[in-house]
């Protein structure tokens, strides 16, 4: 049994049932790629977890990179507009580009990221996620995989933060709100 974090609500996801769904994913990914070679790119912080076991469980050859982008302004609304905080090192125009994401919630940062990257002509452009929260879109935003639609709850764990901590918790938790409320 997995200790449960005491801040942590309830367990949404175990570690069990996302290396099941991962894998099923990864074997659709190989699918897809067959006769690529994609280069898969981790949107830090968040996806780290999800792309190193994502990459795993591929036998498609691929290539790495990262890249992190923030939609968030000052605030903790989402904006329209997107900063590029680390930009790829790899030159996409002619590759097949994997996207690999924490979460969609508004999906305002993957449809500008979209957007930014397309215009630098690649071969194609999809999206891999872990969690999808339909309810919330602001925007038209649909990922050609997705792991887990979950409800509207703030989850961590397994690479999802709250004020960059329990992002190593090995499952998915609904935080407790008197976390947030406090702080
Ligand atoms: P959006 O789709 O609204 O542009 O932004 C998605 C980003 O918001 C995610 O990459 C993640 O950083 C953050 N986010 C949205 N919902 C949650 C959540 O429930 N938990 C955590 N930890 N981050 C979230
Ligand atoms: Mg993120």
Not at 4 to 22: A, C, D, K, S
Not at 72 to 81: I, L, Q, R
Not at 103 to 131: C, E
Request: glycine content about 6%; hydrophobic content about 40%; charged content about 25%.
């Amino acid at each position: 049994m997995v200790e449960v974090h005491p801040n942590v609500e309830y367990v949404m996801l175990t570690g069990q049932q996302i290396t099941r769904r991962v894998k099923m994913v990864a074997k659709q990914l190989d699918k897809l790629y067959e006769g690529r070679k994609p280069v898969v790119v981790c949107i830090l912080k968040g996806s780290v977890i999800f792309f190193s076991d994502l990459i795993r469980n591929m036998k498609t050859p691929l290539t790495i990179d990262f890249m992190a982008v923030s939609s968030y302004g000052n605030g903790t609304k989402s904006t329209g507009e997107l900063t590029i905080k680390k930009d790829l090192a790899t030159d996409i125009k002619g590759r097949d580009v994997l996207i690999v994401e924490d979460i969609i919630d508004s999906g305002n940062t993957l449809y500008n990221l979209k957007k930014l990257l397309n215009a630098r002509a690649p071969a194609s452009v999809n999206i891999v996620t872990l969690l999808d929260k339909p309810e919330r879109r602001e925007v038209p935003m649909e990922p050609e995989y997705t792991c887990f639609v979950i409800e509207d709850e703030f989850v961590v764990g397994y690479g999802l933060d709250y004020a960059e901590e329990y992002r190593n918790l090995p499952y998915v938790g609904v935080l407790k709100r008197s976390v947030y409320e406090n702080a």
